[in-house]
């Protein structure tokens, strides 16, 4: 999300779904069950309902776990969507984050206070949910004045009550068992989490797609975006066969087949945008030019998906183009200097 976007956001002027005769809008409910005792709760993040959620799974041992926390600034609208689910936010076991990026992490220590869960995270992630001031300072450089409004502010996380892991694990969260899957490309401390019905909560590392739509959009942050990474990734959730993903942008992805379809398109879709940046990299584009590209890349193929205006707008805010150019950049930069042929 860039700043003025956030801040368009913040103050109610997001586009409301314009939607054409004939077409069946998009309904957002605060809680949807998605069936298999899984939770998915609406952050509603500034006012922008399909963009961010968070997953509340009932135990067999009693209390519920959190797959993400979403932003600090939406935990009062997840409290709520709990309560909704007739879940107590003091019943709280468990806290599976797939990674520590802010739409996703910075609310975990709020909701870990006055329980005592535990929070899940990789072993890269870990001591920056157990002391968030070096994340924090850098977000601030990014968001400025509007970090607190955007994302809210983030707690520390005692370390005695995180649990870090690395990928391979098998982990029993109140009488449910989990399976950590490594899967980095997106940020390099990512993980997935599958459990034994074959459902597989993916965070960022099978992109974006928004609920209403049929597009899945390509997730390219900085700071260690890495392609090649991502690729081996993606094979481990093939090879993991899921009956269903769980995007946290947004919802599920049904059955086997459509599974595996999603994930093989994952790397095509980071493939044709990859290029598109490099393409416009060796051409001399400055960084610009090079957002002025995805944008019209993405206006193309959200109109040829015919996505309706108001979920436009909310692809381009949940992984916004200068985002990914800045993303791209530096991993052609980093990781394929051989590739650019202007230097
Ligand atoms: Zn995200």
Known sequence: MTLQQGLDAAAGRQAVDNVPDGAVPPDYPRVRDLGGGVLQIDTGHLGNPGTIAVFALPLPGGGFALVESGPGSTRAAVSAGLHEAGLEPRDLRCVLLTHIHLDHAAAAGAFLEGTDAKLVVHEAGAPHMIDPSRLMASALRVYGDALTKLWGTMLPVPAERVLAVAGGERLDVGGLSVRVIATPGHASHHVSYLLDDGTLFTGDSAGVRLGGAD?????????????????????????????????????????????????????????????????????????????????????????????????????????????????????????????????
């Not at 993606?234 to 599974?259: K, N, S, W, Y």
């Not at 960084?287 to 979920?311: F, H, K, N, S």
């Open 215 to 343: 597009l899945l959009r390509p997730a390219l942050p900085p700071p260690d975006l890495d392609l090649e990474t991502w690729q081996g990734s993606i094979e481990r959730m093939v090879a993991a066969a899921p009956e269903r993903l769980v995007l946290t942008h947004f919802g599920q992805v049904d059955g086997r087949h459509a599974a595996a379809a999603h994930l093989r398109s994952t790397t095509e879709r980071n493939r044709e945008w990859s290029e598109a940046v490099l393409t416009g990299m060796n051409a001399g584009e400055d960084a610009a030019a090079l957002v002025a590209r995805v944008q019209r890349l993405e206006d193309a193929e959200l109109a040829a998906a015919g996505v309706l205006p108001g979920i436009r707008l909310r692809y381009k805010i949940t992984s916004d183009a200068a985002m990914t150019v800045a993303g791209l950049k530096r991993y052609f930069t980093r990781l394929h200097p051989e590739r650019l042929t202007r230097a």
